[in-house]
């Protein structure tokens, strides 16, 4: 009875030791997890060539990652309402940094599968820590300090879009590839001190045991998703491509998809059936009955799929058309992360001024305004500089800032706590499937721009119809990666320079448009934002959440059988 109560004290308004101390130890922890995948893309070519990899082998070095942290994040976020958001947390980070010990070493000791084994153990971590940081935010924050917590916390995430490539070609350069490693268990462990010592252990709703079906359908249904969505562009949508396997004359991508999907509806099903006969459970899908919340699901989904597209293909127009070194491009695009950063702590004195919903709704028109921008440059200015450049970048880091901090606080706003682990779960899946979805999306969306835009601007020019037909399948098959060999070979013709500036300027077209549809879908997700409820209803559904806190406070959370 004595530990039933204590858990119950905790379950609403628990006050952490020290706010700030606190705050350090939550952001850092979001550091350490969140700028793995922008550094591991940097130093992806270099861990490649040390391990001899094919492209296949090294995308799944990036790709294993993600695919086991989507997985997983519903369930674990479930699991830390239920037995602790701070023992999570703390476990999380330790399972995280072995997984970056075993990496860092695996070049020595263990090859490409202890590589790929310590990508999966720090998959296993990164989902325990994310959607755990989040409730464990707005469990022991708040009012006004919720404004700032959800501004550092949110600002710092979506910072790591400049910063962490700039980081990793920094790593790449002037150290080595396991370096990306490295740096993340002296994060994890600052974390964990501060963790341990300065927030307090929170609880939603509770219950017995664990829903083992849930969770299997979860993970089947969230991986096969993620699975579909990261293979598509290799090994094509329905047809198999050249080189792919079949499953009864398709593609695998299709049969994974699907079997995903299926996975996914029998779990929601199970999931209201067991709730609905009060038994342990993963989601609640009442949760979705309170309107900030899925609505901003809606919009993080939407968002971070037009999101992704600017950053997906800006680092291979430097390198490839502009030549820049990997670190020169990280630089570059490092102005988006800064200025993000900048306007994410901003955007907590903003909000007390005008409203969550305004900061939000300026931050996505700016966003989409400066890609219309950029569609300009790209398509009036052959090559163009890279203040040009880093003019519109700060521009769109600026909007994402003030977007990306805010869309998060108003999803939790009307979330009782009980159910804070789960929704941070959910909201962290909504934006892991997204970026999967944006990637394969635009990327498919760029390939078919190419496809327009290349072989027009080989046909103009003196080469061959054999030396065309090469040029173009290899520019687009490789995304215009080939640029620089191909730059080479036509370097001993005499008109070689006026024929690599058609390919590029067929490439930086296909940039252009490409850079038009992500600031349409931003200005889709601008739409939708205008739907959410204004200051005054805001502040209403957050009293009643806290309310809602309080009584479950006092009369203890209820248990599941």
């Not at 909201?427 to 498919?444: F, R, Y």
Request: glycine content about 12%; hydrophobic content about 50%.
């Amino acid at each position: 009875m004595a530990e039933k109560a204590e858990q119950n004290e905790h379950a609403s308004g628990a006050k952490p030791k020290s706010k700030w101390l606190s705050l350090i130890g939550l952001v850092v922890a979001i550091s350490a997890v969140i700028m793995d995948g922008t550094i591991m893309n940097v130093a992806l070519p270099s861990i490649m060539q040390v391990f001899n990899l094919n492209a296949s082998n090294g995308e799944w070095i990036v790709s294993i990652y993600s695919l086991i942290f989507c997985a997983l994040l519903v369930t674990s976020g479930r699991i830390a309402d239920a037995v602790g958001r701070k023992k999570m947390l703390i476990w999380g980070l330790v399972v995280f940094a072995l997984g970056s010990v075993l990496g860092a070493l695996a070049g020595k000791f263990g090859g490409y599968a202890m590589l790929m084994g310590a990508r999966v153990i720090q998959g296993v971590g990164g989902a325990m820590i994310l959607p755990t940081i989040f409730s464990t935010r707005n469990a022991i924050y708040p009012g006004g300090m919720r404004i700032v917590a959800v501004a550092l916390v949110g600002s710092r995430r979506s910072a790591r879009f400049g910063v962490g490539p700039w980081l990793g070609g920094l790593l790449v350069t002037y150290a080595n590839w396991q370096w990306v490693f490295w740096i993340e268990i002296p994060l994890a462990a600052v974390s964990a001190v501060f963790v341990v010592f300065t927030i307090p252990d929170t609880y939603g709703e509770k219950f017995r045991g664990l829903d083992v079906l849930g969770l299997i359908l979860s993970v089947v249904g969230f991986g096969g998703i993620v699975y579909g969505l990261i293979e598509g562009k290799s090994m094509g949508w329905w047809r198999p491509s050249k080189g792919s396997s079949s499953w009864a004359g398709l593609s695998p991508v299709p049969w994974t998809l699907f079997i995903g999907a299926v996975a996914l509806v029998l779990f929601l099903l199970w999931q209201a059936r067991r709730v609905g006969k009060g038994k342990s459970y993963i989601m609640d899908l009442r949760v979705f009955r309170i309107h900030t919340f899925s609505l901003s699901v809606a919009v993080q989904i939407v968002f971070r799929t037009g999101l992704i597209g600017i950053l997906f293909i800006l680092p291979q127009f430097l390198q490839n058309v502009l030549g820049m070194s990997a670190l020169q491009a990280g630089e570059i695009t490092c102005c988006t992360g800064f200025a993000s950063l900048i306007s994410g702590l901003l955007a907590a004195p903003l909000v007390k001024l005008t409203s969550t919903k305004t900061v939000i709704v300026w931050g996505m028109a700016i966003q989409a305004l400066s890609l219309v921008g950029l569609f300009f440059l790209f398509r009036i200015s052959p090559s163009p500089g890279a203040w040009a450049l880093r003019g519109w970048l700060i521009a769109y880091g600026f909007g994402l800032g003030l977007t990306s901090a805010q869309l998060s606080a108003i999803l939790m706003s009307g979330v009782p706590n009980k159910w804070g682990g789960q929704a941070s779960s959910i909201q962290s899946t909504a934006v892991q499937l997204a970026s999967s979805l944006g990637v394969g999306i635009i990327a498919s969306v760029f390939t078919a721009f190419l496809w327009a835009e290349i072989p027009a601007a080989v046909n103009s020019t003196s080469l061959s119809a054999q030396e065309r037909e090469g040029v173009t399948t290899s520019v687009i098959s490789t995304q215009g990666a080939s640029i620089p060999e191909i730059e080479k070979g036509l370097s001993k013709r005499p008109d070689g320079a006026a024929v690599d500036a058609h390919i590029k300027r067929g490439f930086e077209n296909g940039i252009a448009d490409t850079t038009l549809v992500s600031a349409g879908v931003l200005a889709a997700s601008f739409v939708m934002c205008l739907w959410f409820p204004g200051k005054k209803k805001l502040k209403e559904e957050r009293e009643e959440v806290r309310e809602e806190d309080r009584e479950e406070s006092k009369e203890g959370v209820t248990e599941r059988a």
